[in-house]
């Protein structure tokens, strides 16, 4: 194929500009993903949630955790099924010590969790990578392909290229309004059996939401290992190399697809696998 033809395919085609936009936000979300600490990840964010909120939920926290723990006792002792007894008193005071343990180390424990999904996840998606896509050559049916289908994957690289940078900037923001109400689900725990429920919840939504990212980074990694290796050029110098670039467009349109249909469903996937519903 002539190279002044490739050139300017390259300059005019939507599917090269779908590329490029699809790129663009990729980039984006591996700098998000390449994070290692919440503090990077935005520290007027972090100073905000670690300096403001949570000092101020902690201090209700505090009130709510007295008043969690009578209405435990209160709960336990009008039980008329089950007598008031040492052991009933000793769970309550331990459940009532954990709560505000956990309360006062919230934030260095939960930074703690996610380091280890930070390094977790930085095994499998080390610094530098990149899941682009690479343009293809140039030829007839890539041509006619990209003009029958060209402003549909401009459409489809958007949409997706946006759907998963929003999938992993919410798990983010997840962490950050999670680590925000942390000492009010934690203070439940001196309620005894019925309300601790609300930390329980808590609990598991924290992990859901800590070792997604890790579950995202194999989907991202996975999935550009696939568009990376996946060629579709045979480039055999003969006329038969003119007519191979509607496998190219038509691929790379179903892998954009799918990778966000993994991605999408990544939070869905942890809680079954993990039963952290």
Request: proline letters at 2%; one cysteine or more.
């Given at each position: 194929?002539?190279?002044?033809?490739?050139?300017?395919?390259?300059?005019?085609?939507?599917?090269?500009?779908?590329?490029?936009?699809?790129?663009?936000?990729?980039?984006?979300?591996?700098?998000?993903?390449?994070?290692?600490?919440?503090?990077?990840?935005?520290?007027?964010?972090?100073?905000?949630?670690?300096?403001?909120?949570?000092?101020?939920?902690?201090?209700?926290?505090?009130?709510?955790?007295?008043?969690?723990?009578?209405?435990?006792?209160?709960?336990?002792?009008?039980?008329?099924?089950?007598?008031?007894?040492?052991?009933?008193?000793?769970?309550?005071?331990?459940?009532?010590?954990?709560?505000?343990?956990?309360?006062?180390?919230?934030?260095?424990?939960?930074?703690?969790?996610?380091?280890?999904?930070?390094?977790?996840?930085?095994?499998?998606?080390?610094?530098?990578?990149?899941?682009?896509?690479?343009?293809?050559?140039?030829?007839?049916?890539?041509?006619?392909?990209?003009?029958?289908?060209?402003?549909?994957?401009?459409?489809?690289?958007?949409?997706?290229?946006?759907?998963?940078?929003i999938e992993v900037f919410a798990r983010f923001l997840n962490l950050y309004l999670l680590i925000s109400v942390a000492p009010l689900?934690?203070?439940?725990?001196?309620?005894?059996?019925?309300?601790?429920?609300?930390?329980?919840?808590?609990?598991?939504?924290?992990?859901?939401?800590?070792?997604?990212?890790?579950?995202?980074?194999?989907?991202?990694?996975?999935?550009?290992?696939?568009?990376?290796?996946?060629?579709?050029?045979?480039?055999?110098?003969?006329?038969?190399?003119?007519?191979?670039?509607?496998?190219?467009?038509?691929?790379?349109?179903?892998?954009?697809?799918?990778?966000?249909?993994?991605?999408?469903?990544?939070?869905?996937?942890?809680?079954?696998?993990?039963?952290?519903?």
């Open positions: 194929m002539p190279s002044w033809f490739s050139d300017f395919f390259k300059v005019v085609s939507l599917y090269n500009l779908g590329q490029q936009i699809w790129n663009w936000f990729m980039g984006v979300t591996c700098s998000l993903m390449q994070s290692d600490t919440l503090e990077t990840i935005s520290p007027d964010a972090w100073n905000f949630v670690s300096n403001t909120v949570y000092p101020w939920m902690l201090s209700a926290a505090t009130v709510l955790l007295n008043l969690f723990f009578m209405i435990g006792f209160i709960r336990q002792s009008t039980n008329l099924r089950e007598n008031m007894t040492i052991e009933n008193w000793v769970e309550l005071i331990i459940k009532v010590i954990i709560a505000n343990s956990l309360m006062v180390q919230g934030i260095s424990l939960m930074q703690s969790f996610f380091t280890v999904a930070s390094d977790m996840k930085s095994v499998f998606f080390p610094s530098g990578t990149s899941i682009n896509i690479q343009p293809s050559d140039v030829d007839v049916t890539t041509v006619l392909s990209e003009i029958v289908v060209g402003l549909i994957y401009l459409l489809v690289c958007i949409i997706s290229g946006l759907v998963i940078m689900a934690l203070s439940t725990m001196a309620g005894g059996r019925g309300l601790e429920n609300t930390a329980i919840s808590w609990f598991k939504s924290f992990l859901a939401n800590v070792f997604q990212i890790v579950i995202i980074a194999l989907i991202l990694r996975i999935g550009g290992l696939m568009i990376s290796n996946w060629g579709f050029s045979n480039d055999n110098g003969n006329a038969l190399d003119w007519f191979d670039g509607w496998q190219a467009v038509l691929t790379s349109l179903a892998q954009i697809t799918l990778i966000t249909s993994a991605v999408k469903g990544s939070d869905a996937f942890m809680r079954r696998a993990f039963d952290l519903r």
